[in-house]
């Protein structure tokens, strides 16, 4: 391509006719463009967001030049305005576009020469006046008539969406959320666009309502702000909010009075939207406003577990064996095991077809218990289903218990669009189902894969109950324990085998309050745990980046980008994951296929996480991939997923992060080869002990500490994890106490 001369800075204003359109994607709007600029003699290459671009149209934009590695010079738009097309020329272009059904560039051709510059016009106010031209009957004049008035609809959502500051990205996606309706929903209610629009929130939503001249005192305000703060609050792990901190957390982020707060909750509740409940258990210490509100879904969830749970423990199916001794001699003899006196117990209640949950942490035998569960279930030829919450989890199930497993969403068929296939009224098809690393599942998850488990099926539930509890809202697996609805086999005995690993010991240590124990110091053997001192946070930024890029590779031989995994407590600060992230790239990928996006830069060979559910991709919220091509031409990044390729748009990389270091909580159900984690008093308020041995026990071969012991020890005393807002416990506990367990119809 031509030079098309000196960039002119960064920020700077550029008018023309489009000459031609060389990609287009439909779901994005992101366009590359050919512009004919007045008193330029080449084409300009325009790349960006444009909706309903149009060959011929008049367009205004902003943006800056740069320069690309292959294609030259290119005006990069931020926003971009279009008006019709004045000369004849560009009227040809317009009508010839293909943005008219029913005219293609002959039939354009003869049209402005029959109307010349006012064939637009006509076209507008009298388009029976086509009917003059030779090859014009009435059907294609209906056609045109149609056509032309859907693009105009299009034209005038995205100047008036544009003109309130809404990028062209964000106004792809609203046109296509609404379609025709566009306008109307946006003008008589915005705060609809943080609900329905991905990657709009209340606040986006709120700015626009402000510039459409929404009073800050509107109800529809305070009621998409306290749906706001519950969604946030659910972020935050709880399934619900105490009325008084709810009103509280309103009143600060919306500036509104307490009483509006109060009508908005009472309307929301009436609507039910909102369920409230009364917290209060004692009459004679009844305290007012002492209730929960949630989100009427998660109430429903937690009503649902409740009950069906309470259903399967009520009709536990028939004993698997007449002789459980004797079948349990039989399996270690064929498994060559020799079960300890718990593990027993908890073959020994699985054989009796009864709900259970097998829970314990590193080396005390989950693994071996749920291997000679499956054996005996396939001798007595019933059908076994495994599956746990991610990916990772279920590839390590799979190859821990030599069965196939799978995630959860795909044991239920979740299909984009169409929600889960498998619920009560197509259950799964079995016998017994072993569900892994259940303190990730959150109390939606739970709920929709109770609803299809099968009065009389032996549902078994192994996590690690001092792990931290899962991402999404709930405690559930620790509720249910404390319930004392389903059976629990609490291991605590740690195997020789595994008592030779400091990973292990330590981490049994850890939940007991206790120092980790250093590495032995005689002999040069190599151990699985070691903790490196170390006082100011940037020499353990630069610890944990030469023991990633150098030390661990050449000692222990393991890949630095596939084999080592940074945990980090926090996101943000000096050993926060964002830039432990941009450090260790630095360090570990100096590949030029690169892009930036979002004030971060992105390379072939990255290392990445999604950072939220892709239905349609089939692709998960914690799910680790790598980059493995970027097409710049079609803006979009090719990232390998296990052994599959999954496509992403430009626009859709909000959804993807760095992953060379990840939040702990992100890296639950997950095992690395190797991890180092940075523990110091930077992470003060994160310290916890569970969250250190969350992070000792994602290695498997080793664990490296960095940082101080004074911040391990604050850690270590911090046994109180925050608090989540739930009420399964209590309604669990309901059906234990008054004989609710068999009451097993669906919430």
Same mark, same amino acid.
């Given at each position: ?106 039939? +354009?051709? $003869? /049209? ?5 510059? #006012?064939? *637009? =016009? &006509?076209?507008? @106010?009298? !388009?029976? %006046? ?40 964000? +106004?792809? $996606? /609203? ?5 025709? #309706?566009? *306008? =109307? &929903?946006?003008? @008589?209610? !915005?705060? %609809? ?52 901190? *709810? ?61 069906? *749970? ?438």
């Amino acid at each position: 391509m031509a030079n098309q001369g000196k960039p002119a800075g960064p920020n700077t204003a550029l008018e023309g006719m489009l000459e031609r359109i060389t990609y287009h994607d439909q779901e994005s709007g992101y366009t590359v463009a050919q512009l004919k600029v007045r008193g330029k003699a080449d084409l300009v290459t325009v790349v960006g967001h444009m909706a309903q671009a149009t060959a011929g149209s008049i367009l205004r934009l902003t943006g800056r030049w740069e320069m690309h590695p292959k294609f030259g010079p290119q005006f990069r738009l931020d926003s971009c305005r279009t008006s019709q097309p004045a000369s004849e020329y560009g009227i040809r272009k317009y009508l010839g576009s293909g943005l008219v059904r029913g005219l293609g560039p002959e039939m +354009a051709r $003869r /049209i402005v020469d029959r109307f010349g510059k #006012d064939t *637009l =016009k &006509v076209i507008e @106010e009298s !388009p029976r %006046r086509l009917l003059e031209v030779d090859g014009i009957g009435p059907k294609r004049l209906e056609m045109i008539k149609t056509a032309w008035k859907a693009q105009k609809q299009i034209r005038e959502v995205m100047i008036f969406l544009q003109a309130h500051d809404i990028s062209t990205a964000y +106004a792809v $996606r /609203i046109y296509k959320t609404y379609g025709e #309706d566009c *306008l =109307k &929903v946006v003008t @008589e209610n !915005p705060y %609809r666009l943080a609900t329905d629009i991905w990657g709009i929130g209340f606040l986006t939503a709120d700015r626009i309502a402000s510039r459409l001249g929404f009073s800050a005192h509107s109800s529809l305000r305070i009621e998409a702000g306290l749906l706001y703060v519950l969604n946030k609050a659910s972020d935050e792990g709880h399934c619900y909010l105490p009325y008084r901190e *709810l009103i509280g957390r309103c009143v600060k982020i919306l500036q509104v009075p307490e009483e509006a707060v109060r009508q908005a909750i009472a309307d929301l509740t009436a609507a039910r939207q909102l369920v409230i409940e009364d917290l209060n258990s004692d009459p004679d210490h009844f305290q007012p406003d002492n209730k929960a509100v949630y989100p009427a879904a998660l109430h429903l969830c937690e009503i649902s577990i409740a009950r069906r *749970l309470a259903g399967l423990a009520a009709t536990g199916g028939r004993p698997l064996v007449p002789d459980p001794k004797a079948a349990l001699g039989q399996v270690q003899q064929r498994l060559a095991l020799k079960l300890a006196p718990n593990q027993c117990k908890a073959v020994e209640t699985a054989l009796r077809s009864r709900p259970m949950v097998i829970t314990g942490g590193p080396g005390t035998g989950k693994t071996t218990i749920i291997r000679a569960i499956i054996d005996l279930y396939h001798k007595a030829a019933k059908k076994v289903l495994l599956a746990a919450p991610t990916g990772r989890a279920a590839k390590r199930m799979s190859e821990a218990t030599g069965h196939r497993a799978g995630t959860i969403h795909r044991l239920l068929g979740y299909k984009p669009g169409q929600g889960f296939q498998k619920n009560e009224r197509r259950l799964l098809d079995c016998d017994l189902l072993i569900v892994d690393e259940a303190s990730m599942i959150d109390t939606v998850l739970m709920h929709h894969l109770l609803k299809a488990v099968a009065a009389g099926t032996t549902l078994i539930l192994v996590g690690d109950v001092n792990q931290l509890p899962s991402v999404g809202p709930g405690n559930v697996l620790k509720d249910i324990i404390a319930s004392g609805i389903l059976p629990v086999v609490q291991l605590r005995e740690i195997f020789r085998q595994a008592r030779q690993s400091r990973i292990v010991t330590n981490a049994h240590r850890i939940l007991a309050g206790k120092m980790p124990l250093d590495p032995p110091r005689a002999g040069d053997s190599l151990s699985d745990y070691y903790f490196i001192q170390q006082e100011d946070p940037e020499d353990v930024l630069e610890t944990v980046r030469t023991l990633v890029a150098q030390r661990i590779p050449q000692r222990f031989g393991l890949s630095a980008v596939d084999e080592i995994q940074v945990l980090t407590p926090m996101h943000r600060g000096t050993l926060g994951a964002l830039n432990l992230n941009r450090v260790l790239q630095q360090s570990l990928n100096r590949s030029d296929d690169r892009i930036e996006h979002g004030g971060r830069r992105l390379a072939a060979g990255d290392r990445i996480m999604q950072q939220r559910n892709d239905y349609e991709k089939d692709v998960f919220n914690g799910d680790i991939g790598f980059i493995e091509a970027i097409d710049r031409p079609l803006r979009r990044v090719m990232i390998r997923f296990d052994q599959r390729l999954v496509e992403y748009d430009f626009t859709e990389l909000d959804q993807i992060s760095l992953a060379y270091a990840v939040s702990i909580h992100k890296a639950q159900g997950s095992e690395y080869p190797a991890v180092v984690v940075p523990v110091t008093t930077q992470h003060f308020v994160m310290l916890q002990r569970n969250l250190v041995y969350t992070a000792l026990t994602r290695a498997s071969r080793l664990a490296v500490l960095v940082g101080t012991r004074q911040a391990l020890a604050i850690a270590l005393k911090n046994d109180s994890p925050q608090k989540r807002y739930t009420g399964l416990r209590l309604k669990l506990s309901s059906h234990v106490t008054t004989g609710g367990a068999r009451d097993a119809s669906p919430g």
